[in-house]
Each structure stands twice: as structure tokens, then as C-alpha cells.
């Protein structure tokens, strides 16, 4: 796969999925890369559905909407079931299988799942189940340097929560090592 994502990242209002893909586009913006990042979230935002497209390109983006991903990080059920078929052949599919208990494979498209929801209760690392997603997405394509996805997690963390850093970094290694 080349370096170029285009990215769903999808869940519930509240789980981060807006954050999560502003992680993967900051990580772009560190490579001086073509970037796109769209958010989608209905009208009662927490616990209503949420979305984004995120793209990183070495050529100029023609639409930020990404109608045929190759990743998707699903973060629920609806989600996983709504834009898996969206994924092109050859794609990653990385799903929280503590939140999408019914997961179904997918014919040239690889999909893993990972219990990110109880992994990070277990660290004490209680939602940041988006963040383990993106360290697996990140093991699996190398959509970024490593250097530019800990340089994105410094810069969407707000300096005033220093703690919040140490955690996200901790739920990135969780995901490169799940």
C-alpha cells in the first residue's frame, strides 16, 4: 500500500472519533503533506453517530469526502457495519471488538480487531480506546513516520493536560503492541 491514506474513522458521539482523526491528520500536516480532515455527526452529537474522512497525499486532494477508504477504524457496531463495504480491496480495517461484538470478514480486505475498550480500562486508560486504534492502524500501514504520529499526539493534546500526553502515548504503544 502506498503511503497515501484515506481514512473513515467512525463511532458514537463521544468516543472520539473527531479526535482521532484530527491524530492522523496532524500526523500528515508533521510530513508537510497534503492533508484533508471532515467531520460528520448528526444532529445530537453525544451518543448519535460520528464520523470523519481524513486523507494524507503527496498530491493535491481533490474532495475531502472519502467515499471508498482504504482504512477504516470502526469504534461500534453501526459503524463497522455501515462502512465496511465502503473499504476498497486491499484495505485495513481496524475494529474495537470490545464495542463490535459481531465482526465479519471481508473478501480482499484485512480486517482486525482488537479489544481496545477493555485494554484500556485494564491500563486504567479509560477512553482512549481510539488512540489504541490508530497505534494498530499505524502497525499495520505505516500510513506516517513514527516520529510525526508522537509529534501529532504532543500537538491535539492540550498543553494544559500534561497527564493526558503520557497517556496517549501509552494507549498508541497499547495498539503497536495488541
Known amino acids: 500500500m502506498s503511503n497515501d491514506l484515506q481514512c473513515v474513522v467512525a463511532g458514537f458521539g463521544g468516543q472520539g472519533s473527531l479526535f482521532a482523526g484530527k491524530v492522523i491528520a496532524m500526523a500528515g500536516l508533521a510530513e508537510d503533506r497534503e492533508v484533508s480532515w471532515m467531520p460528520s455527526y448528526g444532529p445530537e452529537m453525544r451518543g448519535g453517530t460520528a464520523n470523519c474522512s481524513v486523507t494524507l497525499s503527496s498530491e493535491p486532494i481533490g474532495s475531502p469526502l472519502v467515499l471508498h477508504p482504504n482504512a477504516l477504524i470502526a469504534l461500534n457496531q453501526p459503524s463497522f457495519d455501515k462502512f ?6 486491499g484495505g485495513t480495517v481496524i475494529v474495537d471488538t470490545a464495542m463490535v461484538p459481531k465482526v465479519s470478514e471481508r473478501e480482499g480486505v484485512n480486517v482486525i480487531g482488537i479489544p481496545a475498550t477493555k485494554l484500556c480500562e485494564e491500563q486504567g486508560l479509560k477512553g482512549l480506546s481510539n488512540i489504541v486504534l490508530i497505534g494498530k492502524l499505524w502497525k499495520e ?3 506516517c513516520e513514527r516520529a510525526s504520529l508522537d509529534a ?19 494507549a498508541i504503544e497499547i ?3 495488541a
Open 175 to 177: 495498539g503497536l503492541n
Open 152 to 170: 501529532a499526539i504532543a500537538k491535539v493534546v492540550p498543553a494544559s493536560k500534561p497527564e493526558k500526553l503520557e497517556q496517549n502515548r501509552t
Open 141 to 143: 500501514t505505516q500510513f
Open 84 to 89: 465496511l463495504d465502503t473499504v476498497v480491496e
